[in-house]
């Protein structure tokens, strides 16, 4: 009697706990995330949009069900993200997930309301048939209406949102102005960064000579690619700038190289002396790096002619970031023809190297010759982490403070217009924009931008380290089995050795 008398005491001890348990989720998110990078947890940026939101949003997502194993984590991620996006607001979040693969009608409500469907290759019952999967949201607020047509699974979630939620709620947005008139890149130059930063600011033209008095109204200036000089006139005009606590971005090819007739050579522009003033100074040479990117040489043998790719180690191929936010989160930067950047200035400057090259490095002074048929050697590399991107703070013109990022490689997020346009590397693009946030925006959602589920490919680690995870990956589950077996016979051996004793009473 005493024993049924337990247990339905038990019962409903664990009853009461399971509705106070589901009582305190309904009304508290709660969420551990193990993750390198957090990706899993909101940030300082987000909570901040959140708390100022003053109209409500609605997010419609439109996301496939049933799908592959990848496919249904994303939805699973996106729908947690929108239960903390909705308690973090208050109720000013509201959602609904739609499935468009139901039916036809709501196929054409997705596909109407901007999200574009992937096709996917699906193997039901040993055949291969293509699914239409859709991975997207609707985002609205009052009239306006901002659409994610894909969230590629293991992408910047939270970021795509948070600046979709960003660019509804923000009334007049930063100004960015791209320089003009010294043969820079226009703005259809830039379609892959256009998209990110078209997001939170208004990218202008801005010419030196006709803006004499209203660069002040910019947030960040940026000069990339000139192949001009800039007249005195202009080059006050930009400590003006300065002076008046102003933030500037320079991508500046100071070597270029013929690759008709195999020379290189620097690029004869007066910005590199007035970078000199300031404490940066352009030297004059071709960055190599062991680790660099690929050229096609075209070679002959026999009768037939065939591309082979060799390392062109002009063409720095950067792996290794600082711990920077506009470095945060890369992988991987082709960075091509640069020169590295020498700290010149005085010590109430702040000097931080941004960008650097691989542990086996160097430089060869210009003019020089490319030389494809040369037999590299590790003597030629003497050199490790090579500036060739900088970052300078503080009182640089007059008593405000301003900041400078430059990047002695003018071309590397440029797209180029036409048929001359060229898709480049995410993580370049990237690096633009990030710059461009860090001088321009203060919200934060700089961080977010390569916020993502990283790969780490095996086949980057080290055997001895890949052979330790395959064993314990293995092992481990067993062992743990094991372990749980003995301890779970040791309790019943006792138990029984206890029953065996005089005066035993249950």
């Known amino acids: 009697m005493k024993n049924k008398k337990s247990l339905a005491s038990q019962i409903i001890l664990i009853v009461a706990v399971l509705i106070v348990l589901n009582i305190l989720t309904d009304r508290f998110f709660v969420r551990l995330d193990f993750t390198q990078d957090g990706v899993y947890t ?55 997930f739609i499935n468009p693969n139901e039916n036809e009608q709501t196929e054409q409500q997705a596909v109407q309301a901007g999200i574009q469907p992937l096709v996917l290759n699906v193997r039901e019952k040993d055949q291969v048939k293509q ?28 970021y795509a949102l948070s600046s979709a939620i960003k660019k509804l709620s923000v009334i007049d947005k930063p100004k960015v102005g791209l320089i003009q008139g010294h043969g820079e890149p226009g703005l259809g130059s830039f379609q892959q960064a256009m998209e990110q930063l078209l997001v939170l600011y208004s990218v202008e033209p801005v010419n030196l000579t006709d803006s004499t008095g209203s660069l002040s109204s910019y947030k960040t200036l940026a000069i990339i690619a000139p192949n001009q000089p800039f007249s005195e006139a202009q080059l006050r005009v930009l400590d003006n700038y300065l002076s008046g ?69 002009y063409w720095p191929m950067l792996k290794k970031f600082e711990n920077q936010p506009i470095t945060k989160g890369l992988e991987q930067v082709m960075i091509q023809l640069a020169s590295s950047i020498t700290f010149t200035g005085q010590s109430t400057l702040q000097f931080t190297p941004l960008l650097k090259t691989s542990d086996k490095s160097g430089t060869i002074a210009a003019p020089m010759y490319f030389d494809l048929q040369k037999q590299w050697t590790d003597g030629d590399f003497p050199l490790k982490g090579v500036t060739i991107g900088a970052i300078l703070e503080g009182n640089i013109v007059g008593s ?107």
């Open 131 to 158: 699914q239409k999967v859709f991975l997207g949201a609707k985002i609205q607020m009052g009239e306006q209406t901002d659409i994610i047509p894909v969230l590629q699974p293991g992408a910047a979630m939270e």
């Open 245 to 313: 606590g102003g933030s500037i971005f320079v991508a500046y090819n100071h070597v270029e190289g013929d690759f008709q007739t195999m020379q290189g050579k620097v690029v004869d522009c007066n910005l590199n002396g007035w970078l000199e003033k300031k404490g940066l100074k352009i030297e004059n040479n071709f960055v190599i790096d062991q680790s660099a990117g690929n050229v096609g040489v075209r070679q002959q043998m026999g009768g037939m002619q065939f591309t082979r790719q060799i390392p062109f180690f």
């Open 400 to 506: 405000n403070k301003s900041r400078i990022v430059l990047i002695t490689d003018g071309d590397f997020a440029v797209n180029g217009e036409g048929q001359n346009a060229q898709q480049k590397q995410p993580d370049a693009i990237s690096l633009f924009v990030n710059s461009i946030d860090w001088l321009s925006d203060d919200t934060g959602l700089i961080d977010l931008r390569t916020k993502e589920v990283t790969s780490r490919p095996l086949d980057e680690i080290s055997d001895g380290k890949r052979a330790l995870l395959k064993w314990l990956n293995f092992a481990l589950p067993i062992l743990l089995v094991i372990i749980y077996g003995i301890i779970r016979m040791q309790i019943r051996r006792n138990k029984r050795f206890r029953r065996m004793e005089e005066g035993y009473v249950s």
């Open 42 to 96: 909101l940030s300082k940026a987000t909570k901040d949009i959140l708390k100022s939101l003053d109209e409500p949003v609605t997010i419609t997502a439109y996301f496939t069900s049933g799908s592959q194993p990848e496919i249904e984590k994303a939805r699973k991620d996106f729908r947690d993200m929108l239960v903390e996006y909705s308690n973090r607001s208050k109720g000013k979040v509201n959602y609904e």
